[in-house]
Nanobody, 120 residues
Framework: VQLQASGGGLVQAGGSLRLSCTASGSILSIRHMGWYRQAPGKQRDLVASVTSGGATNYLASVKGRFTISRDNAKKTVYLQMNSLNPEDTSVYYC???????????????WGKGTQVTVSS
């Protein structure tokens, strides 16, 4: 299973970016999917997650600014980031809990990080 993320970049404060992450490989189903971020010298934090049924969860500091969504048919999760500020600068990682066979409880997979830099 591989997760391919894209959409990072450099943006001015107040701007927007959209991250995408697509899962590929031997996949029976995907349970939850999410985005994490990690700044240099800091721990990796959950930014947003979405279950297979569409229930979402957000880090308090991004609520109202970020929106997570997923397209199950495309095995893709998105993170729309609006009103970005310099504190959002980080490497963003996508995560998916994937089931590969019917008796599988699921395993977490990670994409390579994508850099998001917000200039003031």
């Amino acid at each position: 299973v591989q997760l391919q993320a894209s959409g990072g970049g450099l943006v001015q404060a107040g701007g927007s970016l959209r991250l995408s992450c697509t899962a590929s490989g031997s996949i029976l189903s995907i349970r939850h999917m999410g985005w994490y971020r990690q700044a240099p010298g800091k721990q990796r934090d959950l930014v947003a997650s979405v279950t297979s049924g569409g229930a979402t969860n957000y880090l308090a500091s991004v609520k109202g600014r970020f929106t997570i969504s997923r397209d199950n048919a495309k095995k893709t999760v998105y993170l729309q980031m609006n009103s970005l500020n310099p504190e959002d600068t980080s490497v963003y990682y996508c995560n998916a809990n994937v089931r590969q066979w019917s008796g599988d409880w699921g395993m977490d997979y990670w994409g390579k990080g994508t850099q998001v830099t917000v200039s003031s």
